[in-house]
């Protein structure tokens, strides 16, 4: 990767924890929940109460990659 837009990027994570912090300490909290054939969910709700949800079963290669990103951006 681009160390250029390595640093870029650390910058604009920064700046989203400083913006909401309690979605860090989440996902570091849930970090430690996750294993192999865990199940993810995400929902979003627009602004007109529409939401869409989709969910994951965590597998072995899902954990790599969650631990290849949390050593970039840390």
Do not use: C, W
Not at 6 to 20: A, P, V
Not at 57 to 63: A, T
């Amino acid at each position: 990767m681009n160390p250029m837009a390595m640093l870029q990027m650390k910058g604009l994570y920064d700046k989203f924890k400083r913006n909401h912090p309690k979605v860090p300490m989440f996902f570091k909290a849930a970090g430690q929940m996750i294993e192999d054939g865990s199940v993810i969910e995400i929902s979003i709700t627009d602004p007109m109460g529409k939401k869409i949800t989709t969910n994951m079963r965590v597998s072995q290669e899902d954990l790599e990659m969650f631990e290849q990103l949390k050593s970039t951006l840390s």
